[in-house]
């Protein structure tokens, strides 16, 4: 019995570590995941110039692993951190190649060297993520815990609305600060006219998912704190939602502000533009709740 | 009887840095773990080197033709093509024009820039004309590229 037990502890924990490296490629990855200028370079590299790249981000992963790092444990050996690199490197993989699939930028009729081009320039960013992932949150370590549990204390005093409205306020501004630098680019309306119909409900549910994932998966050191706060819709699942609609009307008034949407626009392209720029919003949004 | 050992390894909060186990021994779910990431990352690097391997060192072969038939709605003639690359290099701002002649005269023209072309990849649009092209001589041909 102990011993299944500790096998499933263990398992618990990588699945951990490895959902905490995802969602720090994810915070990451997701802004160059919008940016056509990578495709294109990716679409004429040089397979030499590839390896190299491979061969660069190797290097400076492993670098960040000596500090940084997606595992919870500190007291590492080369050797360990040899191995975490070459997970990093293959979440990062797994993770941009899923994204590049689901942006459709890689479908079944991408060449070969053109999808390759395109994975590994894009898993760069969302490979140093990865690697960085517990430096994300670090503004609050374990001898920071007490202090936002008093703070949580105090909180809680206060009330549910105020925590929602809290909560909102949070998810807007992290949304505002990774979407905005993507609202004004051309990528949203390149991406809407390839997506098309059920593709986009994939693009809502990616969305859940990732934002879940970052928030009550990952386990990052402000999550305790999290499932402690009081508001309106504090329960995991129902946060998510909320969240997401929040990050969707926020990406929607984006658009609206660059102009991007305009008022004689069809409905479908309100729709899809603001399910496509969502995505990025949503990963902001649940990096703003952890961090603030 | 286990209990002991085992409870140090609570997987909750504060606990955290002493449920690691000693670095020397890594749990079978790391070892898994890193099995499949350096699967991934052997794939990867495989294909790249395969890739490599095969890249032929040649520019861009464009290949150009009608794909399909044409097709007639709202007094309009849709010449479909399809435009592939079959060399060696990426080609960028492949230019495709076409020419509808009748009677020996030019009538009407039309223009297509595709972005990108790597090597082996495909990419189709459509002529539109107003002048039925099955009555006049039709010619597509590629007429520029750059180099990327």
């Not at chain 2, 690359?85 to 595709?114: D, P, R, Y």
């Amino acid at each position: 019995m102990g011993r299944s037990n500790r096998a499933s502890n263990q398992w618990s924990r990588e699945i951990q570590d490895i959902v905490r490296g995802a969602s720090g490629g994810f915070l990451f990855g997701v802004p160059l995941l919008y940016t056509m200028e990578v495709w294109w370079i990716g679409s004429s590299v040089k397979m030499p110039r590839l390896i190299l790249a491979m061969l660069l981000t190797f290097f400076i992963v492993l670098m960040l692993n000596r500090t940084a790092g997606f595992r919870k444990a500190t007291d590492t050996t080369l050797q360990d951190e040899l191995m975490d690199t070459v997970e990093a490197i293959a979440i990062g993989l797994v993770c941009t190649g899923l994204m590049l699939i689901l942006l459709r930028e890689i479908t079944w009729e991408t060449a070969l060297p053109e999808s390759l081009g395109k994975l590994i320039y894009e898993s760069i960013p969302f490979t140093l993520g990865v690697a960085l992932a517990n430096q994300f949150f670090s503004g609050e370590n374990e001898a920071d815990t007490s202090s936002s549990k008093s703070k949580t204390a105090t909180q809680h005093s206060q009330g549910t609305l105020t925590n929602t409205f809290a909560d909102i306020g949070s998810t807007l501004i992290g949304a505002m600060i990774i979407a905005f630098n993507i609202a004004p680019t051309d990528e949203v309306p390149m991406l809407a006219a390839a997506v098309d119909g059920l593709w986009l409900l994939g693009f809502m549910g990616a969305s859940l998912v990732i934002s879940y994932t970052i928030v009550f998966g990952a386990g990052f050191t402000n999550q305790p704190k999290r499932r402690q706060q009081q508001g309106l819709f504090q329960r995991p699942i129902s946060e998510t939602v909320m969240s997401y609609l929040v990050s969707l009307a926020a990406a929607c008034v984006m658009l609206v502000f660059f102009d991007k949407l305009q008022w004689d626009d069809s409905w479908q392209i309100w729709l899809s533009h603001s399910i496509l720029l969502g995505l990025p919003a949503t990963v902001g949004g649940a990096a703003g709740r952890l961090a603030i | 009887m286990e209990n002991s050992a085992e409870s140090p390894q609570d997987p909750q909060d504060s606990s955290i840095k002493i449920a690691n186990p000693p670095t020397t021994a890594r749990s079978t779910a790391e070892k898994i773990s890193f099995g499949l990431a350096s699967l991934v990352v052997a794939a990867i690097a495989g294909l790249v080197i395969f890739s490599w391997a095969t890249e032929r060192d040649r520019p861009p072969v464009l290949t150009l033709q009608q794909s399909g038939n044409i097709r007639h709605t709202n007094r309009q003639f849709y010449v479909p093509f399809e435009l592939s690359n079959i060399g060696g290099e990426t080609a960028e701002s492949v230019q495709v024009s076409a020419e509808l002649k009748v009677n020996g005269e030019v009538k009407e023209t039309g223009n297509v820039e595709i972005d990108f072309l790597a090597r082996d990849e495909k990419a189709e649009g459509a002529f539109v004309f107003h002048q039925n092209p099955e009555k006049g001589e039709l010619v597509i041909r590629v007429s520029s590229y750059k180099k990327p």
